[in-house]
């Protein structure tokens, strides 16, 4: 009987990282984010959301600036954000400048590292702003999907050694036992030497 405890614990932890494995891809799907903030006065200031994605996807949103000034707003690959940090030209995926508020809605073209920058708008460098944002991004996060999928594949594999073994306990308890005795004599054919 103490077998069988194993048994069901073995498939119970099976069942629940699988669940938990088919939630966390399901969730990297796409996801939503809301968030209001500040951006301290001064030219160097800005604020980002990184963001990553498996594939292609989208980036779509509101935003406002609820302190009275303006924003210029941009949507950057990875090397185009590196350039913008140093002060270099830069191009972007999308963008809009110097306005209180406004839509984002940009595709995303492939794999990798995206990044939604807010500066400040033109004459509101030295003037602390607060930023409402809301985004919606379609698209596979690849952190949380590979960590579904390795809790889906654990899932499975412990249940499936749990079933394996209990195949195994059920075969050699069901009441048919093999002994071994002695192995018969080799005889030849009648007739033949």
Same mark, same amino acid.
């Given at each position: 009987?103490?077998? @069988?405890?194993?048994?069901?614990?073995?498939?119970?932890?099976?069942?629940?990282?699988?669940?938990?494995?088919?939630?966390? @891809?399901?969730?990297?799907? *796409?996801?939503?984010? #809301?968030?209001?903030?500040?951006?301290?006065?001064? @030219?160097?200031?800005?604020?980002?959301?990184?963001?990553?994605? $498996?594939?292609?996807? #989208?980036?779509?949103?509101?935003?406002? &600036?609820? =302190?009275?000034?303006?924003?210029?707003?941009?949507?950057? %690959?990875?090397?185009?954000?590196?350039?913008?940090?140093?002060?270099?030209?830069? *191009? +972007?995926?999308?963008? /809009?400048?110097?306005?209180?508020?406004?839509?984002?809605?940009?595709? $995303?073209?492939?794999?990798?590292?995206?990044?939604?920058?807010?500066?400040?708008?033109? +004459?509101? &460098? &030295?003037?602390?702003?607060?930023?409402?944002?809301?985004?919606? /991004?379609? *698209?596979?996060?690849? %952190?949380?999907?590979?960590?579904?999928? =390795?809790?889906?594949?654990?899932? /499975?594999?412990?249940? +499936?050694?749990?079933?394996?073994?209990?195949?195994?306990?059920?075969?050699?308890?069901?009441?048919?036992?093999?002994?071994?005795?002695?192995?018969? &004599?080799?005889?030849?054919?009648?007739?033949?030497?």
């Amino acid at each position: 009987m103490a077998f @069988v405890r194993v048994f069901r614990i073995l498939l119970i932890v099976g069942g629940v990282l699988a669940l938990a494995g088919i939630s966390l @891809v399901v969730s990297s799907l *796409g996801s939503s984010s #809301s968030s209001t903030t500040s951006i301290p006065a001064g @030219v160097r200031y800005y604020m980002y959301y990184e963001i990553n994605i $498996l594939g292609s996807g #989208s980036l779509r949103g509101d935003y406002q &600036e609820i =302190s009275g000034g303006s924003l210029d707003v941009f949507v950057m %690959t990875q090397d185009q954000y590196d350039s913008y940090r140093t002060g270099s030209n830069f *191009g +972007s995926l999308w963008s /809009l400048g110097s306005s209180r508020g406004g839509t984002i809605d940009v595709s $995303l073209p492939g794999s990798g590292r995206y990044f939604l920058v807010a500066q400040h708008g033109t +004459s509101y &460098e &030295e003037t602390a702003q607060v930023v409402r944002l809301t985004v919606h /991004l379609s *698209g596979i996060n690849p %952190t949380t999907f590979g960590s579904g999928l =390795s809790m889906l594949g654990a899932g /499975l594999s412990i249940g +499936s050694w749990g079933v394996l073994r209990w195949g195994r306990w059920r075969a050699g308890s069901s009441g048919a036992t093999a002994h071994g005795g002695p192995a018969p &004599e080799a005889r030849h054919p009648p007739g033949l030497p």
